[in-house]
């Protein structure tokens, strides 16, 4: 079992950055898939990126594409989403997630874990 904790969200303005974590307890953080997925107000959980095992593929939702930077540390269990250049319509809970399976996945179901998740709020 892995505990997932976000942190890094907040208030910034359109075209700002923030760069948000999750940590994660236990030993075996290198064994999981990583995904950041969001909730805008109203609206169903999507997917944002992901990171395999060894964070060198990653898979990026087209509204985020070339704007978010996943990333992970193997040796402190955290992954990061570096979030530029941002937008009004990005404003959403955004929550981590770690999966056993080897292959990174957009979809909700292949994921086993969750964390609470951290607001992230754009204005415009």
């Known amino acids: 079992q892995v505990q997932l904790v976000e942190s890094g969200g907040g208030l910034v303005q359109a075209g700002g950055s923030l760069r948000l974590s999750c940590a994660a307890s236990g030993r075996t953080f290198s064994s999981y898939t990583m995904g950041w997925f969001r909730q805008p107000p109203g609206k169903e959980r999507e997917f944002v990126a992901a990171?395999?095992?060894?964070?060198?593929?990653?898979s990026y939702a087209d509204s985020v594409k070339g704007r978010f930077t996943i990333s992970r540390d193997n040796a402190k269990n955290t992954v990061f989403l570096q979030m530029n250049s941002l937008k009004p319509e990005d404003t959403a809970v955004y929550v981590c997630a770690a999966g056993m399976r080897g292959d990174i996945s957009s979809y909700i179901g292949y994921y086993n874990y969750w964390g609470q998740g951290t607001q992230v709020t754009v204005s415009s």
């Open positions: 990171i395999s095992r060894s964070g060198l593929f990653t």
